[in-house]
């Protein structure tokens, strides 16, 4: 499969616990980005990254939201104190940097988190 | 940050109609994408539009580039009921940027 995984694919967690997600982008993809999705609405943009660069993160949510890419390659998203408001599913995608196919975004099959 | 407006909100249809949708915003787009997503699932692509006023197809979808640049239309021919699922318009102002994501049209076909 060479699409874009995370990992996991559910998470419940009880408030006050951190959570960590994981994203495998598409291999050649040097874009990955960070989006929360709630019952009923689109995507909501977080984070993206070029290689391991952090190029725009004042999306995120709180300073309890994180993102990092170390090697260019997989991302995490760390929600530190998770509170009831933080359910939600939380996507990842990824698109190449050249080519004609550069503005297309292919996203993965999310996290669903639940704090209770 | 951005608002995008898609209508209808929820389509109720029957098997081998066809399917009009669209989405506006209040800002200059310079790319726009449509997404179809299932429950539990994460947004697939469907199609990708790049200049004003272009049509592009993809089977039984077409979607439209609006020349204002500030809207989009999806239309979908002879529905059948894997077409059932959320459709997302998503708009992206400059290159490598976020895209910003409509509300979302519901669509149901009865067999």
């Known amino acids: 499969d060479t699409g874009v995984s995370q990992n996991p694919r559910h998470k419940i967690t009880k408030r006050g616990q951190n959570v960590t997600f994981r994203c495998d982008p598409i291999s050649e993809h040097n874009r990955l980005y960070w989006y929360r999705q709630t019952l009923g609405q689109g995507p909501e943009f977080l984070t993206y990254?070029?290689?391991?660069?952090?190029?725009?993160k004042s999306r995120l949510l709180s300073d309890r939201f994180s993102a990092e890419r170390p090697k260019g390659s997989f991302s995490t998203l760390e929600i530190q104190r998770t509170e009831q408001g933080d359910s939600a599913m939380y996507l990842c995608?990824?698109?190449?940097?050249?080519?004609?196919?550069?503005?297309?975004?292919?996203f993965g099959p999310g996290t669903r988190l639940t704090v209770t | 940050g951005q608002q995008l407006n898609q209508s209808p909100q929820s389509m109720f249809i029957q098997e081998g109609e066809d399917v009009s949708m669209n989405c506006t915003s209040s800002s200059i787009f310079n790319t726009w994408l449509w997404y179809k997503q299932d429950p539990g699932e994460g947004p697939v692509l469907l199609i990708a539009l790049y200049k004003a006023g272009e049509l592009t197809s993809n089977g039984r979808l077409t979607a439209q580039f609006g020349i204002t640049r500030k809207d989009s239309f999806l239309n979908i021919s002879a529905s059948i009921p894997s077409d059932v699922g959320i459709y997302f318009c998503a708009g992206q102002m400059n290159t490598g940027n976020q895209f910003y994501f409509g509300t979302g049209t519901s669509l149901t076909v009865i067999p």
């Open positions: 990254f070029q290689n391991e660069a952090q190029l725009e």
């Open positions: 995608a990824s698109s190449p940097t050249a080519g004609f196919y550069v503005y297309e975004q292919y």
